[in-house]
């Protein structure tokens, strides 16, 4: 049974009618064709359309609904900001980027379209703001590679805003839906740079076009009723019921409106609660049946193409981007591709503004291993990692995924830290990859590695053409001899 956190939760009596004409669903009408196989198949395409929205759901309700979850950050339309530097004792999020502090926040423009307002920041330093709609669509960027590093105000509207451009707006950016998540990435140079970024992120505003008129504000939207979330619904038929709900906070796409009648062939996206468990034995193990398929496509998808560097580049995007890579995966359509970001990694940036080439096996073929070698990746003079705005170079441990105590307290090498390397005499760079330290003389080229397994992330923010094309081969990671 779905439960609901709000003001306005259905009684209990409400509740049970629901799930009475859900069942209804499946027995009634043209549902009374659905036969199990068909149901089956319909909750498996179902689960692979939906992932994304799905984790969308335990995003905000952990991001902005529940206020005793360790992620909360805070209502609607507030910015939440955290500039420190990431250490082995930070243990919540995995795979952690110490080169971009952030900022996070949930937008409801159901009422009102909101101005997201930047400062000034030097001419040097990249930052971005990633929006993101329901559908987890990166549908737009703020930011260098955009915008460029101007003081700014750009206007957020929903899907219903047809309005002019008000005085003072640098720029329209419309939204597919109404709620929509923004990610703001600032680089952070170094720990003596902590407190600059501190200053920048102070600078990032958010607020209703109303109040940055100075004009009356419009009636408030209605609440809307988050399910509370339960940790793993979404591997099991749980995931059709946030599906359901995620459906109701979106107008179909044109281009889905046969998808969502089929959808609804089973209950999901219908006006009333998609409840599994009021569905007749052999139908939910038909629906269970289903999500499993669905889950195990998604986890055959991932594996079958994650040893291609550049897979990150076409998974994250925006809708027409990704309707166009669906044919680098010999797929009909993009939502495989979706929910296998999903599952990988929610959120991850579009390729043209960021890559992450992954180190889990060195040149040979072999997965990495400290404690039996060390490595060394060589940066040939003129042939640094192409990236227009930076790259970086971090480890992590492949038991936690975390970084690891070392005696230099250093968790990654960037370009930010060109000036430090020490250079052979024909002006190549050679990283030292290994537990122990390579001699104090070489220190400044050495990332430490745990004493085991180990992987390396490399990014890339704003790859250069050659990054997106394939042209650019990452370096090599070759073990010491």
């Known amino acids: 049974m779905r439960k609901f956190w709000g003001t306005s939760a259905p009684t209990f009596a409400a509740m049970a009618l629901g799930a009475l004409l859900a069942a209804a669903v499946l027995t009634s009408g043209c549902a009374e064709r659905v036969t199990p196989d068909e149901a089956k198949a319909i909750a498996r395409d179902a689960y692979v359309y939906g992932f994304p929205l799905v984790m969308n759901c335990k995003t905000v309700y952990e991001y902005v609904v529940d206020t005793a979850s360790p992620e909360y950050k805070g209502p609607f339309n507030q910015v939440s900001c955290a500039a420190r530097l990431f250490t082995p004792e930070d243990r919540a999020v995995v795979t952690p980027n110490a080169d971009t502090p952030y900022c996070m926040f ?4 159901r009422s009102e379209p909101i101005v997201v307002s930047v400062p000034e920041i030097e001419s040097e330093r990249y930052y971005s703001i990633q929006l993101i709609d329901w559908y987890t669509h990166n549908f737009a960027y703020i930011g260098t590679r955009v915008t460029g590093n101007d003081a700014g105000s750009y206007l957020l509207a929903g899907p219903g805003w047809k309005d002019s451009k008000p005085e003072g707006i640098a720029g329209v950016i419309t939204s597919e839906t109404d709620l929509v998540f923004a990610v703001i990435r600032t680089q952070l140079f170094g720990p003596d740079d902590l407190e600059r970024v501190k200053e920048i992120q102070a600078g990032y505003r958010v607020e209703p076009l109303s109040s940055f008129l100075g004009g009356p504000a ?15 619904g979404q591997y099991s038929a749980a995931a059709l019921e946030y599906l359901d709900f995620a459906l109701d906070q979106v107008r179909p796409h044109p281009d889905e409106t046969d998808l969502m009648e ?30 499993k398929q669905g889950l195990a496509d998604i986890k055959a998808f991932l594996e079958e193409n994650s040893a291609d560097p550049l897979t990150s580049a076409y998974i994250f995007g925006s809708r027409e981007f990704l309707k166009e890579a669906a044919a680098r995966f ?49 940066l040939e003079e003129g042939a640094l990692p192409p990236a227009e705005a930076f790259w970086s170079l971090t480890m992590y441990d492949a038991a936690t995924q975390l970084f690891i105590h070392n005696p230099l307290d250093r968790y990654l090498l960037n370009s930010a830290m060109l000036d430090e390397f020490v250079r052979e005499k024909d002006g190549t760079i050679v990283f030292y990859i290994q537990k122990d330290s390579p001699g104090r003389a070489k220190e400044a080229n050495w990332l430490p590695a745990p004493d085991g397994p180990f992987y390396m992330v490399l990014r890339l923010y704003i790859p250069e053409p050659e990054v997106l094309s394939g042209e650019w081969t990452q370096p090599a990671l070759v073990r010491a001899k």
């Open 262 to 291: 089929r959808f609804a062939r089973i209950g999901i996206g219908t006006p009333r609660d998609f409840d599994p468990d009021a569905l007749d034995p052999e139908m939910a193990g038909a629906v269970e049946e289903g999500v």
């Open 106 to 109: 949930w937008l409801d423009l």
């Open 218 to 232: 419009p009636a408030e939207a209605p609440p809307i009723d988050f399910p509370e979330w339960e940790e793993g």
């Open 330 to 378: 010999g797929q009909p359509d993009f939502y495989l591709q979706r929910s296998m970001a999903a599952l990988t990694g929610l959120y991850g940036n579009s390729g043209e503004e960021a890559v992450y080439p992954i180190y889990t096996v060195d040149s040979e073929g072999a997965p990495l291993d400290a404690s039996k070698h060390g490595y060394v990746m060589r």
